[in-house]
């Protein structure tokens, strides 16, 4: 690292640093660094999208974190895995390609956040997006972003879409088109049967050629440096080593809904009560740091079923993948090309909701507790998710260790309109499931047999859900009081400290949020570009 000073240093490679450290830096005259405290995020196990059971379940490229117990969740602890690698969680993701509904820009314009409505935010998802199948206004088919349809060739995306008609669902064609409502089967962050992660499509193609873009792997932000009111550059712990970069304009803070307030907070930043507790020395009163946590809570049902097309563990299988191996080494195409979550929709509860209150994720395979828990034999699983819950919570510290992780509470299910809007999305779901198209493919109800009564969901409910890995909002844009940024992305009533990532948005789209994450940094580039 021959330089340690830089006109913007961007803390976290993830989807929104990595688009807007690469946008910045298409400037020869403006010096950009990013720090990334895990790898560089370009190997096999990240670009083969099979490869994610090996990360999600595990530490590779992966924080791995842990909620607090959660009472909604009869005290469990859920599980927060976030990408440690160069791509952020896009690394690590089921690559679904979905920006949310129009509603949901619409509504954060409406809250006082100019500039970010539906129709101000599309050129920038479009600027992003390099769509190889779909060209029409809604698309963009020249940006860094490979977009695309899946090349798994799995027959049960038929199944599937025949089981939507079966159940009387719409069906939709493009999840980010006209009509967001339906069933459908998801375009995916790939090319050429290849994970596109945000690195590989922002960042890697310029390491190493762009000489004012300094990307410096394995390097955990620390502490925001400020000099009174003003972010003055980054402390970081690299190979054991503290160091110091210097920001002559700006630090963005790219590094997630979890890991941005924690190291505001460490840095003296964010409620004063609490940083008080922690020992940390108050440097700016900011009451909205780490509060407003959203996350989709999500439930997934189980179904064994005999067949080779389906991922699983047996004998066959076993055979069935040896021949997937050699078929996507030479040809990319296959099983070992499927994101398993292949088949979604978008359905309404109540149709007289302006927009889709449920997700769901048809994934090849049977998915228990992420994928930590494995079976013997092949199946199939169907997610379910309350895309707008009421349920808030909050990200604090643990201790002023800033390797320690933070305290996660997103209080899953405290509000009792989440558990209702669940069981309703629950007995959708479960109508999908028990058509006549997906109810022949399988062998055994692995989980929901016996639930028959809204007692008896609501009891799985507790017993079940979890993440679907979406959090949100913990340093949110607004100009209320609880408001961490302005709508140029600034931290209120500080110099040279702007946020670039998923904890800006004021409450959670309706859907996955890697894309809408990446439309953030391009906006952010845009701001900064025009000095606002």
Same mark, same amino acid.
Request: overall charge neutral; hydrophobic content about 40%.
């Given at each position: 690292m021959s330089e340690t000073s830089f006109d913007y240093i961007v803390v976290g490679g993830g989807a929104g640093g990595c688009a807007v450290a690469s946008r910045l830096s298409e400037d020869p005259n403006v010096?950009?660094?990013?720090?990334?405290?895990?790898?560089?995020?370009?190997?096999?196990?990240?670009?083969?999208?099979?490869?994610?059971i090996a990360m999600l379940p595990t530490k590779l490229n992966n924080w791995a974190f842990e909620t607090v117990p959660q009472p909604g969740l009869n005290g469990r602890r859920g599980y927060q895995p976030r990408g440690k690698a160069l791509g952020g969680s896009s690394a690590i993701n089921a690559?679904?390609?979905?920006?949310?509904?129009?509603?949901?820009?619409?509504?954060?314009?409406?809250?006082?956040?100019?500039?970010?409505?539906?129709d101000d935010v599309l050129p920038f998802f479009k600027r992003s997006e390099n769509n190889a199948e779909l060209h029409d206004e809604y698309h963009g088919n020249d940006g860094p972003l490979r977009v695309g349809g899946l090349q798994s060739d799995n027959p049960y995306a038929a199944i599937?879409?025949?089981?939507?008609?079966?159940?009387?669902y719409p069906l939709t064609q493009d999840f980010n088109g006209a009509q967001q409502e339906g069933v459908g089967i998801y375009q995916v962050t790939q090319h050429n049967g290849e994970r596109w992660s945000a690195a590989r499509g922002y960042l890697h193609p310029y390491m190493g050629k762009r000489s004012n873009l300094q990307v410096i792997t394995g390097a955990h932000a620390t502490r925001i440096l400020m000099e009174g009111k003003r972010a003055t550059g980054v402390e970081f712990l690299q190979?054991?080593?503290?160091?110091?970069?210097?920001?002559?304009?700006?630090?963005?803070?790219?590094?997630?809904?979890?890991?941005?307030?924690?190291?505001?907070?460490?840095?003296?930043?964010?409620p004063g009560a609490h940083l008080q507790q922690m020992g940390i020395p108050l440097v700016h009163e900011l009451p909205g740091v780490g509060q407003?946590?959203?996350?989709?809570?999500?439930?997934t049902f189980n179904y064994y079923a005999d067949s080779l097309d389906l991922m699983g563990f047996s004998i066959g299988g076993s055979v069935r993948m040896t021949r997937e191996f050699w078929r996507y080494n030479s040809k990319r195409r296959g099983l070992l090309?499927?994101?398993?979550?292949?088949?979604? *929709?978008? #359905?309404?509860?109540?149709?007289? !909701?302006?927009? /889709? +209150?449920?997700?769901?994720?048809? @994934?090849? %395979?049977?998915?228990?507790?992420?994928?930590?828990?494995?079976?013997?034999?092949?199946?199939?699983?169907?997610?379910?998710?309350?895309?707008?819950?009421?349920?808030?919570?909050?990200?604090?510290?643990?201790?002023?260790?800033?390797?320690? *992780?933070? #305290?996660?509470?997103?209080?899953? !299910?405290?509000? /009792? +309109?989440?558990?209702?809007?669940? @069981?309703? %999305?629950?007995?959708?779901?479960?109508?999908?499931?028990?058509?006549?198209?997906?109810?022949?493919?399988?062998?055994?109800?692995?989980?929901?047999a016996n639930v028959h009564t809204d007692d008896d969901i609501r009891a799985i409910l507790r017993a079940r859900t979890d993440t679907v890995y979406h959090p949100v909002g913990t340093c949110k844009m607004g100009t209320d009081a609880m408001a961490v940024v302005d709508p140029a992305l600034k931290v209120h009533g500080l110099q040279g400290l702007r946020i670039v990532d998923a904890s800006i948005m004021p409450t959670l789209i309706g859907g996955n949020t890697n894309a809408p994450t990446m439309m953030i940094g391009e906006k952010a580039a845009d701001l900064i570009r025009a000095g606002s």
């Open positions: 010096s950009v660094a990013v720090l990334e405290a895990g790898g560089d995020g370009n190997s096999w196990v990240v670009n083969t999208p099979a490869a994610v690559m679904c390609y979905i920006r949310g509904n129009r509603w949901d820009y619409d509504h954060w314009a409406a809250l006082g956040n100019d500039g970010w409505s539906y599937y879409l025949e089981a939507g008609r079966q159940a009387g190979g054991g080593q503290k160091r110091s970069l210097t920001a002559k304009r700006e630090v963005l803070l790219a590094g997630g809904s979890l890991q941005t307030p924690q190291l505001m907070m460490l840095s003296g930043i964010g407003n946590l959203q996350d989709h809570p999500d439930f090309s499927s994101n398993f979550a292949e088949g979604g *929709a978008f #359905l309404k509860t109540d149709p007289s !909701l302006p927009a /889709p +209150d449920i997700q769901l994720h048809f @994934v090849i %395979g049977m998915v228990d507790d992420h994928a930590r828990k494995l079976h013997l034999g092949h199946g199939y699983s169907c997610h379910v998710c309350v895309l707008r819950p009421k349920s808030m919570g909050e990200v604090t510290l643990a201790s002023s260790d800033p390797l320690a *992780a933070p #305290l996660i509470n997103p209080r899953f !299910l405290e509000h /009792p +309109d989440d558990m209702d809007t669940l @069981v309703r %999305g629950f007995k959708m779901t479960r109508k999908l499931m028990d058509t006549p198209a997906l109810s022949s493919a399988r062998t055994r109800d692995k989980l929901t």
